[in-house]
T-cell receptor, first 109, second 115 residues
Framework: GQQVMQIPQYQHVQEGEDFTTYCNSS?????IQWYKQRPGGHPVFLIQ?????EVKKQKRLTFQFGEAKKNSSLHITATQTTDVGTYFC?????????FGKGTLLTVNP | KAGVTQTPRYLIKTRGQQVTLSCSPI?????VSWYQQTPGQGLQFLFE???????NKGNFPGRFSGRQFSNSRSEMNVSTLELGDSALYLC??????????????FGPGTRLTVL
């Protein structure tokens, strides 16, 4: 079945440093979604990408969808302590969403 | 609009027992999906219901079952609990008919501990 791999599993940064998490699917996706889960919380939807090569920005967050629609990345510029949490990608295909295992981001103030 | 609600929030059971978890989706959302979240396996899809019909199913044993009512509320049942069933069970609703491939609005989850 479809698999979605996400790396790295953990990332610790100093406040102000950049952060990137990568997502790769074993199959072509119809869309890719990104979620953030704060410690002790539940996943919250951030964004959805649908088109090949699509790039979207939300303030300091930049999301990309690969040309082949099999990979995606989330880049955070100048991290802040409020960015702490686990970032999940989720690949949509055949009416199903498959989540990556997430990247836990910790930020040292 | 009120968000997705789940009850109970915390539950402690012993091996062999069964448990029923409840989820109320966002008003107007007809698709409800259930996920199991554990530190080792991450977020794993259990099943999705739309208009009282199970539309998609993940790779979980038959001990895990669910249903959806006419008001879109959903319940999930786990029978013959095992230690490995300890997890955070998340319910998510979606507004559009594509259901589980569309944006998921998650509830706070039910933390199940099996002793």
């Amino acid at each position: 079945g479809q698999q979605v791999m996400q790396i790295p599993q953990y990332q610790h940064v100093q406040e102000g440093e950049d952060f990137t998490t990568y997502c790769n699917s074993s199959t072509t996706l119809s869309n890719i979604q990104w979620y953030k889960q704060r410690p002790g919380g539940h996943p919250v939807f951030l964004i959805q990408l649908v088109k090949s090569g699509e790039v979207k920005k939300q303030k300091r967050l930049t999301f990309q969808f690969g040309e082949a629609k099999k990979n995606s990345s989330l880049h955070i510029t100048a991290t802040q302590t409020t960015d702490v949490g686990t970032y999940f990608c989720a690949g949509g295909s055949n009416y199903k969403l498959t989540f990556g295992k997430g990247t836990l981001l910790t930020v040292n103030p | 609009k009120a968000g997705v609600t789940q009850t109970p929030r915390y539950l402690i059971k012993t091996r062999g027992q069964q448990v029923t978890l409840s989820c109320s989706p966002i008003s107007g959302h007809r698709s409800v999906s259930w996920y199991q979240q554990t530190p080792g396996q991450g977020l794993q899809f259990l099943f999705e219901y739309f208009s009282e019909t199970q539309r998609n199913k993940g790779n979980f044993p038959g001990r895990f079952s669910g249903r959806q009512f006419s008001n879109s509320r959903s319940e999930m049942n786990v029978s013959t609990l095992e230690l490995g069933d300890s997890a955070l069970y998340l319910c998510a609703s979606s507004p559009r008919e594509r259901g589980s491939a569309d944006t998921q609005y998650f509830g706070p989850g039910t933390r199940l501990t099996v002793l």
